[in-house]
Structures are given as C-alpha cells and as structure tokens.
C-alpha cells in the first residue's frame, strides 16, 4: 500500500512539474535600470515637470506645516477649555474619529467630478476648523472643530494620495511615492515644531489662529499657481507620458 501511494504521489509530481514547466510570460519582465545620479534623483524631476503632482505635494506640505495646531492640545486642555485628562484624550481622539467616518462614506461614494475644488475646499475647511478650534473655550465646540478638521484632512489626503498614484507611471510610481512621503513625514514633524515655536512666541491661541489664516493663505495662492489643478475633474488623467 506504501508503494503504490508513493508511486501515485510521485506520478502527479511529474505531472504537476510538466504543468510548470509549459508556464510562458506574456511579456518579458522590465530590464533592471542601473543606479546612476540622474535616476536617483528622477522622482524628483517627475515632480517638477507634473504641475498637478507639484501642486499637491506641495499644498500638503505647506498646508500640514501651518495647520498643525493639534500638537498645543496639552496647552488648550488644560489653560483654555480648563479639563483633565479625559477631556485631553477626547480631544485627541476627535480628528481620528471624523476621519474614520468620513473615511467611511468615502469608500462607498466615488469622487466623479470637481475633484481639484473639493481637494481645495476639503483644505480650506481644515484651515477654518483651526480657526474655530483656536479661539473656542467650550470643550465641546472644540471637539466638534477638530471632530470636522479630522474630516476635511481625510478627503483631502484621499484625493492628494489618488492623484499622485494615478498621475504617476508604473516605473515612476515608487520613486514619486518615496519623495512624497518624505515631504509628507516632514511636513507633520515640522509643523508641530512651527506650532511649538510659535506658542513660545505668541501664546498658545494666536499660533493655533496664525495657523488656520496661514492654511487658508496657501489654499488661496496654490488655486492661483496651479490652475489646471483647479480645474481637475475626475481623479483619472487622461494620458500620462513616460
């Protein structure tokens, strides 16, 4: 019984290494590019020659950067809205939970259309939010400004994020996404360094507001330089060059 099960086994290896072996590509695997200076830096050059993917990965650096007042919740909670550590961990707990929800009802609605303006008006809520965050001293108020700020960054990252991948060719795609989450990475660090350094400065609530007229600024100028992204329509480009 051994033998002959061992017998069966072997045989259908046999046939299953045939079935391997009559395994052809449809096309040959991509030729591996040597690493030289002008490729290392290719990601970069794409960028700067896309006025679309410049403009957003730029709108995002500029606009975290300003936009970071999350950082002073420890300053707002306990100076300003005068609560402990509940009404601290409910504060950071709001913009995840707008994001969550908006995340939500983004992953059963399509964006279809007027996607460079909603980006724009996604960023420019998040700039009012801050504003409104900055000068409240209801608890509650500020959980709802920042329950809002957590939305409108959601849209606006799902949109940001969708360009850039689907502006980007396949042999682009993973330098581009590398220089983009660099300047997103330091655009978070950055800004909660700027929104520190500016409590320093001026106190906790004109930082936070510095920040929201800033983002709202940078909303008003990159509509103005990046016209065609305005005008964006759908998330898909029509032709992307190599």
């Not at 695997?29 to 290392?40: I, N, Q, S």
């Not at 950082?71 to 005068?82: E, G, M, T, V």
């Not at 606006?156 to 396949?170: C, F, W």
Request: with cysteine; charged share 15%.
């Amino acid at each position: 019984m051994f033998w002959r099960d061992f017998g069966e086994e072997n045989k259908l290896s046999k046939n299953m290494s045939f079935h391997f072996r009559c395994l052809r590509y449809e096309q040959a695997p991509p030729r591996r590019v040597p690493a030289t200076f002008k490729t290392l830096f290719a990601g970069i050059s794409f960028i700067r020659a896309r006025p679309d993917v410049l403009g957003v990965i730029s709108l995002d650096l500029f606009a975290v950067l300003l936009g970071g007042a999350t950082a002073l919740l420890p300053i707002f909670a306990h100076d300003i809205l005068h609560t402990g550590p509940w009404g601290l961990g409910l504060l950071r707990g709001a913009p995840a939970v707008g994001g969550l929800i908006v995340g939500f009802w983004l992953s059963h609605r399509a964006l279809q259309r007027n996607v460079g303006m909603t980006m724009f008006a996604a960023v420019a809520g998040f700039g009012a939010a801050t504003l409104v965050f900055a000068f409240s001293t209801s608890l509650w108020l500020s959980m709802l400004a920042l329950f809002a700020l957590g939305g409108f960054d959601m849209i606006s990252m799902v949109i940001r994020g969708a360009l850039v991948q689907l502006d980007t060719p396949d042999d682009m795609r993973g330098r581009v996404s590398a220089v983009n989450s660099i300047f997103i990475n330091t655009s978070n660090q950055l800004g909660e360094f700027e929104s520190g350094l500016m409590a320093a400065w001026v106190g906790a609530v004109p930082a936070a507001a510095i920040g929201g007229i800033g983002t709202l600024i940078v909303v008003g100028l990159w509509m103005t330089w990046f016209p065609g992204l305005r005008k964006r329509q759908k998330l898909e480009n029509e032709v992307v060059e190599a």
